[in-house]
């Protein structure tokens, strides 16, 4: 059973930090990518940031420059550092990773069940 693990969410004024965590665990499939979504009520699920196996990193444009995505691909963890954090950054945070077969073939999603930030004064 695969098990997505987050912490590090919570309340924080503008312009503050806040790093989120994500322990993986439960699977014998080698993971191909790492990443963090968030989803504000009535809204998709949008990607944050992800790091695939090899390093290559994709972020969001209004994230760029603020936020910082790091993974132990030994330990299959994946933090996601926010700084300068807005209003517009609130949502429920979900830790994502892709995983498969020699992590090319039969590629799965699998989802944490989410952590709450809160930017607000």
């Known amino acids: 059973q695969v098990q997505l693990v987050e912490s590090g969410g919570g309340l924080v004024q503008p312009g503050g930090s806040l790093r989120l965590s994500c322990v993986i665990s439960?699977?014998?499939?080698?993971?191909?990518?790492m990443g963090w979504y968030r989803q504000v009520p009535g809204e998709q699920r949008d990607m944050v940031a992800t790091?695939?196996?090899?390093?290559?990193?994709d972020y969001k444009d209004s994230v760029k420059d603020r936020f910082i995505i790091s993974s132990d691909n030994a330990k299959n963890t994946v933090h996601l550092q926010m700084n300068s954090l807005k209003p517009e950054d609130t949502a429920v945070y979900y830790c994502?990773?892709?995983?498969?077969?020699?992590?090319?073939?039969?590629?799965?999603?699998?989802w944490g069940q989410g952590t709450q930030v809160t930017v607000s004064s």
């Open positions: 439960g699977t014998d499939r080698s993971i191909n990518t």
């Open positions: 790091i695939s196996s090899g390093g290559l990193i």
């Open positions: 994502y990773c892709l995983a498969g077969l020699y992590g090319k073939y039969h590629l799965r999603a699998y």
